[in-house]
């Protein structure tokens, strides 16, 4: 398969890079947007998808999974006749889930034969549909505290069912249903614990659907506890833009209800098509420059996904590679990014300097200061040799420790003196390098 990075793209004038890390001056905590990860529903039939990855996830510090497929009679058979649930199949997964360290995140999808016609109809009595995410909540948050619920999973698409903000398939009603099948569950067990509901898991931002899902809440009364969408895309500006939509219509007066909604990409990549990228640097690049400009702007960013499913190679999208392919499991430069960014945590420090191709974050916990960049442009760019300066550091004796995806760790002692450190550091294009300074004694 050809390797696809973009297709047009501005020119604009190239900015070198020099980067200067603050270390007297931070953002507040850092809050690791990046600790959700979803999954395609890969493996039918009740397979224990996740089984083969729990130690190599457990090391990226997972905060959430999504998954979805889960009324799925194909998947999971959670409903086979009405009244008589079976969880055992799923609940093996969100075991798995938990085994992570993480908690499920349940994409509300896709009907049981005995609530609908066909896995994407709609419900000929959408009691029905409303008693299923009744028994979900009821089962689920009983236990787990703040588990999220995702009415649906890109309806807008005809394969997913053809949705519609109107007419005859008309996904606010579908979700008005959800919710109120969750408020019942709360209603009748006081003792569950706190969760989330939202949606509209829409395949690309559209404000048009998210307008019509706040009209329609506003009117009926219904909660809305996040924003969701999709997003694949090789320019990282994108994500912004797609924020940027969102912050226009929930900051207008009339929605104040809204203001402090939580936002959610819960699947996203460079390409919704199975690519080479996903087997290379480029991706790993990339998640570097989208979760730089996404800091503080989003709740979650779910990567997609945790592994390939069976029988696609290993160009597909997982972190990992399907474990019946040759060499089974197997860690792809993404995976190595978020092993990396297990470590980042505590105040987000003040980075200057960026350029057209050089961007990244830092962290630092008092001991220890950790910095990520990478040299992405879209379409490809080029090589890069820049400064790196920490500043505001209290002089003494460090652990220099540096390191390019896939190179040679490089570590040495160093003396601070004037609270500054200057190093030099050269990129590869889709290159991606951490910088760890830690305080000796």
């Known amino acids: 398969m050809k390797m696809r990075i973009a297709e047009i ?30 999954q395609g529903g890969e493996e039918a039939a009740g397979v224990r998808m996740f089984e083969p990855t729990l130690d190599l996830m457990q090391q990226t510090s997972p905060k959430y999974i999504r998954i979805d497929h889960i009324y799925d009679d194909d998947y999971y058979g959670v409903l086979k006749e009405k009244g008589n649930y079976d969880w055992s199949k799923l609940d093996e997964t969100v075991a798995d889930i938990l ?23 709609k419900p000929p009595q959408w009691q029905d549909w409303q008693e299923l995410v009744r028994a979900t909540v ?20 005809e394969w997913f069912g053809g949705w519609k903000m109107y007419g005859e398939k008309d996904y606010r009603i579908l979700y008005q249903q959800a919710v109120l099948g969750a408020g019942t569950a709360l ?37 809305l506890d996040f924003v969701s969408w999709h997003r694949y895309n090789f320019d990282p500006d994108v994500f912004v833009r797609d924020v940027y939509e969102v912050n226009i219509l929930k900051d207008q007066p009339k929605y104040s209800q809204f203001k402090d909604i939580e936002l959610l990409i819960t699947e996203w990549g460079p390409n919704s098509e199975k690519d080479t990228v996903y087997s290379s640097n480029v991706a790993a690049a990339h998640a570097v420059v989208v979760i730089r400009k996404l800091l503080d702007k989003t709740k979650w960013l779910f990567t997609f996904e945790v592994k390939d499913g069976p029988n696609q190679g290993q160009d597909a999208w997982g972190l990992l590679s399907h474990q019946l392919v040759e060499g089974g499991v197997k860690e792809k430069p993404r995976y190595f990014l978020y092993d990396w960014l297990s470590d980042f945590e505590g105040s987000r420090l003040e980075v200057l300097g960026e350029g057209t191709q050089i961007t990244g974050f830092s962290s630092s916990d008092n001991r220890t200061v950790n910095l990520i960049l990478a040299n992405y442009k879209p379409g490809g760019g080029s090589e890069e040799t820049f400064p790196i300066t920490f500043q505001g550091m209290k002089d003494g004796e460090y652990r220099l420790f540096e390191q390019k995806l896939f190179g040679q760790p490089q570590e040495r002692e160093v003396t601070i003196t004037g609270g500054k450190l200057e190093l030099t550091q050269s990129l590869q294009p889709y290159e991606v390098v951490r910088v760890r300074l830690s305080r000796i004694n």
């Open 9 to 38: 793209f501005v020119v604009e004038e190239f900015r070198p890079a020099q980067i200067q890390v603050n270390v007297d001056r931070s953002f507040g905590s850092l809050t690791p947007i990046w600790q959700a990860f979803a």
């Open 187 to 223: 209603n009748q067990n006081p003792g569950l614990k706190a969760f989330k509901i939202g949606g509209p898991a829409i395949p690309i931002m559209d404000p048009t659907w998210v307008r019509l899902l706040f009209d329609f809440c506003q009117a009926e009364n219904l909660r």
């Open 138 to 157: 009821a089962h689920y948050s009983r236990d787990i505290e703040e588990v999220y619920y995702e009415v649906w999973n890109e309806p807008s698409l």
């Open 99 to 121: 085994a992570m360290g993480a908690k499920p995140f349940f994409s509300l999808s896709y009907m049981p034969a005995v609530v609908a016609e066909g896995k994407i109809g």
